[in-house]
């Protein structure tokens, strides 16, 4: 059984930094797809960051070179550092697990298999 556990959210001034965490079970990172997703009430659930076989990664636009993904093979968990976070940033946070080492061309959210419960980050000016 698959659990990816959320972890790091809050509140922060815009401009700070914060870390998310996810912390994986039931699944090697090493050896899948993982992501990070963001939701807010108004938009759909859409990729932020994903992480794969070589530890290629795949940053959306509007947050490259504000946002890292990085995982920790030994820990089992996968990273999302968030630097210089604007108010457009505030979303409920998901970690996903995809079906296979590589990530999908179509990184929509109904092509990655497994789901975390979320951590809030809430950005204010």
């Known amino acids: 059984q698959v659990q990816l556990v959320e972890s790091g959210g809050g509140s922060v001034q815009s401009g700070e930094s914060l870390t998310l965490s996810c912390s994986a079970s039931?699944?090697?990172?090493?050896?899948?797809?993982m992501a990070w997703f963001r939701e807010t009430p108004e938009t759909e659930r859409v990729v932020v960051a994903t992480i794969e076989l070589r530890d290629k990664t795949y940053l959306s636009d509007d947050v490259k070179g504000r946002f890292t993904i990085s995982r920790d093979n030994a820990k089992n968990t996968i990273d999302l550092q968030m630097n210089n976070v604007q108010s457009d940033d505030t979303a409920s946070y998901y970690c996903?697990?995809?079906?296979?080492?590589?990530?999908?061309?179509?990184?929509?959210?109904?092509?990655?298999?497994?789901w975390g419960q979320g951590t809030q980050v809430t950005v204010s000016s």
């Open positions: 039931g699944i090697t990172v090493r050896n899948t797809c």
């Open positions: 996903a697990a995809g079906w296979y080492e590589k990530c999908p061309h179509n990184k929509a959210h109904y092509n990655f298999r497994d």
